[in-house]
C-alpha cells in the first residue's frame, strides 16, 4: 500500500523563552521549553504527543499554529517552510490548520450564539456569506451531532460534551486539512470522551483530516494515533507507530509511562515502574541525557553524553545510549 505524502514536517523546532529579572529586566536565563523536536505528519494520519506535564506539548502546537514565533527551527507544509512567512502571508494558510481547545467551557464566547461562533472562521476568510454561510454552519452542526435548531442557542445552554463538539464544528468549518487537538478529551466525562474520540475518527474518515493529538492520558492516544511521539523536558524521546511502541518501548521513560497505564482485568498483574526525583527545571536542564537523573538503568557515560535521536529500523527512533 502506497504511503500518504507528508502533509506538515517539522524540524529540529526549538523555544526559548527568555526569564528576565530587576529594573532593567536582564536576561538571566531561558526555560528551554522545545529543544529541537523532529517529527512528520502524513496526510489522513494522526501523530499522538504524550509527556508530562511540562515537557512542552502545548507549546509544540501553538508553534506549529504560529501563536508565538519559535526560536529556531523548521516548520513546512506542504515542503514550504511557514515560518520564513510574515504573519500577513501566513494568514492566508492558517485556514489549513485548525485547533480544538482543551477546555470547552472558556473556549466559547459566552456572549455570541452559536451560529455566530461557528460562523466566525467564514468571516474572517471570506469564504461564505447570506444562505450559504448558514448553510455550511448547519451542516456543519448536524455532523458533529447537534441540530439546526441549536443555531440561535448561546453556550450556557449545552454540556460540556455538546459545547466541546461546537468547538469542533468551529474547527473544522473552513476545511482545515491539520488539526490540533490540545487535551481534546481531558475535560470530559468519560462516558463522553468515548463519543468525542469516535466522533473525530469518523469526521478524520470524512474530510481525509491529519491530527496532531497533545495528550497526557496514554490510553487515548493509544486509541487514536497512527504514530506516537513521546516528550521529555522539551525533547522527543522515543517516536514509533503506535502499536510497535505500546508493544515494544525502548525508551525507560516510555516504559515507565506505560507501566502507570490501568489494566481492565485485576488478574493481569503488572509492575509498575516508580520514577525517583522529580522532573529537573527546563530552566536548567541536566547534562547529557535529560533523562539520567531519574532513570532507572542509568550508566555513567549518560551523565556527559547526550544521545542522539536514532533510527532502530521500521521507524523507530529512540534517544537513549541503551536501546
Do not use: W
Amino acid at each position: 500500500m502506497e504511503e500518504s505524502p507528508v502533509l506538515l514536517k517539522v524540524e529540529d523546532l526549538r523555544k526559548y523563552f527568555p526569564v528576565r529579572t530587576g529594573v532593567l529586566s536582564r536576561t538571566r536565563g531561558y526555560v528551554y521549553a522545545v529543544d529541537g523536536i523532529t517529527f512528520e505528519i502524513r496526510k489522513g494520519e494522526t501523530l499522538g504527543l504524550v509527556g508530562e506535564s511540562g515537557c512542552g506539548k502545548t507549546t509544540t502546537g501553538k508553534l506549529i499554529l504560529r501563536l508565538i514565533q519559535p526560536t529556531g527551527g523548521k516548520i513546512e507544509l506542504d515542503g514550504q517552510n511557514v515560518l520564513e512567512l510574515s504573519l500577513g502571508e501566513f494568514r492566508s494558510l492558517r485556514k489549513r490548520i485548525q485547533t480544538i481547545f482543551q477546555d470547552p467551557y472558556s473556549s466559547l464566547n459566552p456572549r455570541m450564539r452559536i451560529g455566530d461562533i461557528i460562523g466566525e472562521p467564514l468571516e474572517v476568510h471570506r469564504l461564505f456569506k447570506g444562505l450559504e454561510k448558514e448553510h455550511r454552519i448547519v451542516s456543519m452542526l448536524e455532523k458533529v451531532g447537534l441540530k439546526s435548531e441549536h443555531i440561535t442557542r448561546y453556550p450556557h445552554e449545552f454540556s460540556g460534551g455538546q459545547r466541546q463538539r461546537i468547538g469542533i464544528a468551529r474547527a473544522l468549518i473552513v476545511e482545515p486539512e491539520i488539526v490540533i487537538g490540545d487535551e481534546p478529551v481531558s475535560s470530559l466525562d468519560v462516558s463522553i470522551r468515548a463519543q468525542i474520540i469516535n466522533l473525530l475518527e469518523d469526521l478524520q474518515e470524512e474530510f481525509t483530516l491529519s491530527y496532531l493529538v497533545i495528550a497526557h492520558d496514554l490510553s487515548v492516544v493509544e486509541h487514536m494515533s497512527d504514530h506516537v511521539a513521546v516528550m521529555y523536558l522539551g525533547k522527543i524521546v522515543e517516536l514509533a507507530e503506535g502499536y510497535v511502541l505500546y508493544g515494544d518501548p525502548k525508551h525507560p521513560y516510555t516504559k515507565a509511562l506505560l507501566s502507570a497505564v490501568p489494566i481492565p482485568n485485576p488478574d493481569l498483574d503488572r509492575k509498575h515502574i516508580i520514577l525517583k526525583g522529580d522532573v529537573p527545571s527546563p530552566m536548567n536542564p541536566p547534562p547529557g541525557c535529560r533523562f539520567h537523573t531519574r532513570c532507572p538503568e542509568m550508566k555513567d557515560f549518560c551523565q556527559t553524553s547526550e544521545p542522539d535521536f536514532r533510527d532502530l529500523g521500521g521507524g523507530h527512533f529512540v534517544a537513549c545510549h541503551l536501546a
